[in-house]
């Protein structure tokens, strides 16, 4: 068996408000304005590292668990309130509320879910964008503050999860090049979706999951020849 393992932000869902309601969440907790919002300057590309790194920079100290529940909270309250003004704010990736679907049917293939956000942002995300998900093993930023450690949470959830010791290939599907930098660390292929990481990466990559692009990315996947285990 193999595993196909996806990044959630810009991989399945897009949201147009998800980087203000994230600032504004930490901004009133440590009660500061006009926060660095350039995620690709911060060392970590998750929720839990780029909080960590801004308190360390702010308060020389990392967050204590309430601040962080506190963060946490505010930030799904955030997203919440204005996907209630408007709901068009938060939707999927065209095709990725079927590319599942799509996989199961090659018979052959396990899918996990590996993001940089925290879990009740990440599942909020998913189910506000119709991604079908519930089945699913996933790893989180409450995990790890690293992306390539959540990944290989994921993997291992979806070991459990599927009852196999190890998988012959393993993908990670993302739309930056630190998705891609992760898959790199650890040795597994990486595909590429959006015209972002289409610019700057060499891996195989598809605009969305839609059509044409659909039948490349399953094409792809069964014609890949690359072992991996982890």
Partial sequence: MNLIVFDIDGTLTHSEMDTKCFAQAIEDVLQVNNLDTDWSSYRYSTESGILKEIYELLTDRIPTEQEITSIQKLFVTYLNNTLSEN????VPIPGANTIFQKIYKLSN??????????KISALFKLDSANIPHSTIPKAYSDDHIERAEIIKTAIRHAQSHNKITQYQKIFYVGDRPWDEHAAMQLGIDFIGVGDFIK?????FCVDNYNDSDSDSFLTHLEKSTRDHTI
């Fill in 109 to 118: 293939w396990h899918i996990g879910i590996a993001t940089g956000g925290w």
């Fill in 87 to 90: 709901p068009s704010l938060i």
């Fill in 199 to 203: 610019q700057k990466s060499q891996h």
